[in-house]
Each structure stands twice: as C-alpha cells, then as structure tokens.
Nanobody, 117 residues
C-alpha cells in the first residue's frame, strides 16, 4: 500500500507560478510510474503530466512548455512546477502512482489550484 500526500496548491493570479509536491510513503519511488491529474468542476479528470520509471516524461498538450514534472528519489517526492498559469488551469490536482509490478494505482486526496485575478 502506498500513501500519497499532495501539497503546494493555492490561489495565484494569471501568469503566476506554483509548485506542487507529492510525497509517497515508500522508499521505492524509482519503481513507480508517477503522474499528476486534475479535475475541474463539471469536467472529467485528465492526466496533466507523467514521469515513468525510465524518467521519460509526457505532458498534456495544453500545459507543454509551462509545466514540468520531476522527482527526487531521496525525498520520495514528485513535483509539478507550473508556470504562466491560466484560469483554465483551475482544478483539484491529484497525484497518482502506478505499480507496473502489481498493476495497482494509488491516489492522493488532491490539492486545490485556483488561478484568478
């Protein structure tokens, strides 16, 4: 069982930046595929960025060039650096871990990001 705790959300003006953190209750972060998802009111949850065990990254088209996913294995933490935020980025952001070994997915409880002037 892996527990994930997100932090770093908040209210920011358009054009501003935030860095989200997701800390996992495991010392084997390098064995997990990690991702950030978001869900805005009235919308389906969507994957924003992912980082595989190979360190390969992928991004939703609308955030390419603005968001960066990274991880610190020593701290068991995955980050999402979000720059040039737009009102459309407003959502609850969730951290997800996927174990290729067991096929299980683990989710955090989410952190609210609001982009508004």
């Amino acid at each position: 069982q892996v527990q994930l705790v997100e932090s770093g959300g908040g209210l920011v003006q358009p054009g501003g930046s935030l860095r989200l953190s997701c800390t996992a209750s495991t010392s084997n972060l390098s064995l997990l595929n990690m991702a950030w998802h978001r869900q805005a009111p009235g919308h389906q949850r969507e994957e924003v960025a992912r980082i595989a065990v190979t360190s390969r990254t992928n991004y939703l088209d609308s955030v390419k060039g603005r968001f960066t996913i990274s991880r610190d294995i020593r701290k068991n933490t995955v980050y999402l650096q979000m720059n040039n935020l737009k009102p459309d980025d407003t959502a609850v952001y969730y951290c997800k871990a996927h174990s290729s070994r067991s096929g299980q997915d683990y989710w955090g409880k989410g952190t609210q990001v609001t982009v508004s002037s």
